[in-house]
């Protein structure tokens, strides 16, 4: 039986979703003690800050699609064709080069994370010059160069998890879950909301929400056997 444990009215915007999210696995924790071992939803919710905070920061599994607009549609190589090495942290291309942050020693280090949180790692010219998958891999450009995301470990892990036969059964179990709205809709007739602003969508969502779980638990009250006639 599903029973909704938490609510959190948001707007239509995909950060204030991600934003609800948190507010309630930290407040169900709080209130009940309650903590997921697992997190079922869609790709909105599978940015690399998300992922990263799910994982890293709450151990929690993220059984969510990977948000990726990294995809290439020209033919070339994308990232996936180049090997990345965790313990020298360089990529390594189809041809067999290496991609490496910087080529040359600086007085001061450098961390080479930019301001939207992603690495780059470039091959060199001379190599990219001489390959022959140059056309395949760089071809506008003189060197290859890969862009990797700070929380690129926790993007992993959501991919992994997302070959897996768990994964399946939370796409699954998430269907049945996004029944409850289609039932606050059909049934309790919440198809929109009637009192105004942030405050009243709140109550209205919480009162629908209650009213929710109590059709269900109601469902685990015995019906009492009719008595029959003397």
């Known amino acids: ?13 995909r950060q204030a979703e991600v ?34 905070w799910l994982v890293h920061e709450r151990g929690i599994e993220p059984h969510i699609p990977v948000f990726d607009n990294s995809r290439r549609t020209d033919g070339t190589f994308e990232r996936e064709d180049f090997a990345y090495d965790h313990v020298n942290d360089t990529y390594r291309c189809p041809g067999g080069k290496i991609l490496q942050h910087y080529r040359r020693r600086f007085t001061t280090p450098r961390t080479g994370v930019s301001k939207d ?20 891999c760089s071809p506008n450009a003189p ?19 997302a070959k897996t036969e768990a994964y399946q059964i939370s796409r699954y179990q998430r269907k049945k879950v996004e029944m409850l ?7 309790l007739k919440l198809d929109r909301l009637r009192l105004r602003g942030p405050c009243g969508a ?28 003397t």
């Open 1 to 13: 039986m599903l029973v909704i444990m938490d609510v959190e009215a948001t707007t239509a915007v």
């Open 19 to 52: 934003t609800a999210q948190r507010i309630m696995i930290d407040r169900t924790q709080k209130r009940f003690g309650l903590w997921p071992e697992r997190l079922a939803a869609d790709a909105g919710y599978g940015s690399a800050e998300n992922l990263a």
């Open 117 to 136: 949180n992603m690495l780059s790692y470039r091959a060199s010219k001379h190599d990219c010059e001489r390959c022959s998958l140059k056309p395949r």
């Open 143 to 161: 060197a290859r160069k890969l862009l990797r995301s700070i929380h690129e470990g926790a993007r992993d892990l959501a991919r992994e998890i």
């Open 181 to 187: 709205f289609a039932h606050l809709k059909r049934i």
């Open 202 to 229: 709140r109550d209205e969502f919480h009162l629908a929400a209650t009213a929710q779980n109590l059709r269900k638990l109601a469902k685990l009250i015995p019906a009492e056997l009719p008595i029959a006639a």
